[in-house]
């Protein structure tokens, strides 16, 4: 259960904040007000779980995380890459799953960006798909910015913090979204099983020039995307309606080989559509938010 906290409707140009208790964890999410363009949302998490990691699914997202506890964090993907860090790293769209694996309590402050806001850094996202990078080795201005997130009393003085912090790097980089990637993105997001060929008649643009754009936004390609959109669809039917057959659930969402299905599904969350149904979820309320298995 999801509660809205945050009912001071004298806060002007205040999101409101949402916080659960999950698992072990205390959760606090506000989307983004000023700067949605750029955020999807701002989460913190705290607690000493009843499980011994975080497992996000794929995700068209980028991540810098900011570690607030002291010890260690590590992220390890489904290929079995380990990066440990304990204080800040930059999480790129993975295409595959990452576990965050906690030592004892964790305490860590998330800015869940758009695609293509490795641009901000001077990055490309290309360069961070599917990695995990220190944030410090390509932004010395975060390792200010962890410190006084550190010193902050509260959850909303953090993303205060933040919100000041991007708006002047915002600002200085003149940074906003290319318009046909966005529109791309919008069409797969709104119809998961859309011809990418029919986009060349709505665009006006060929196959190749809109790859290229897309690329380039979000360092996947316009198919690969597609398939993340389906199975996250997939992943959150699923916990809907978890009596429901699977070869059914495969047809509904595109996939019409189960063998291939099952393959797709266990690259994306780790476990087999059966064993799925017995885990549990925690899915960000925020659109386009992060989806958690635990």
């Known amino acids: 259960m999801l509660l809205a906290v945050n009912n001071d409707n004298t806060a002007k140009n205040r999101p409101m904040q949402i916080s659960s208790h999950f698992n072990g964890y205390d959760i606090h999410i506000c989307p983004s007000d000023q700067l949605a363009g750029y955020v999807t949302c701002y989460i ?11 497992r996000r699914f794929p995700a068209l997202q980028f991540g810098l995380v900011f570690n607030l ?3 260690g964090l590590s992220v390890s993907d489904r290929k079995d890459n380990h990066y440990t860090s304990n204080d800040l790293f930059f999480v790129g769209a993975n295409t595959g799953y990452l576990d965050l694996h906690m030592k004892g309590r964790l305490h860590a402050f998330y800015i869940v ?13 290309a360069d961070f798909t599917d990695s995990v990078v220190h944030a410090g080795a390509v932004d010395k201005n975060v390792r200010s910015l962890h410190e006084r997130l550190l010193a902050a009393k509260d959850f909303p003085g953090r993303v205060r913090l933040a919100e000041s ?6 600002y200085k980089a003149a940074l906003s ?23 060349e008649q709505a665009t006006g643009y060929s196959i190749r020039r809109l790859e ?7 360092g996947v390609s316009m198919q690969r995307y597609q398939q993340i959109v389906r199975m996250r669809h997939t992943i959150l039917h699923l916990k809907q309606d978890p009596g429901k057959d699977l070869l059914s ?11 291939y299905f099952g393959k797709m599904f266990k690259q994306c969350t780790g ?18 938010g992060p989806s958690y298995l635990l």
């Open 165 to 170: 912090f991007l708006r002047h790097k915002i």
């Open 177 to 199: 979204p290319d318009p046909l990637a966005a529109y791309v993105r919008n069409k797969i997001e709104m119809q998961p099983h859309l011809a990418i060929k029919s986009l």
């Open 212 to 218: 290229q754009k897309f690329r380039e936004q979000t």
């Open 271 to 288: 476990f087999s559509p059966s064993a799925f149904n017995t885990s549990r979820l925690f899915h960000s309320p925020v659109q386009n």
């Open 69 to 71: 506890q002291g010890s």
């Open 44 to 54: 913190e998490a705290e607690g000493a779980g009843t499980h011994d990691f975080l």
């Open 113 to 125: 960006f758009h695609e293509y806001m490795p641009r901000l850094f001077g990055q490309s996202p």
């Open 249 to 259: 659930v495969a047809l509904d969402f595109g996939f019409y080989d189960l063998a």
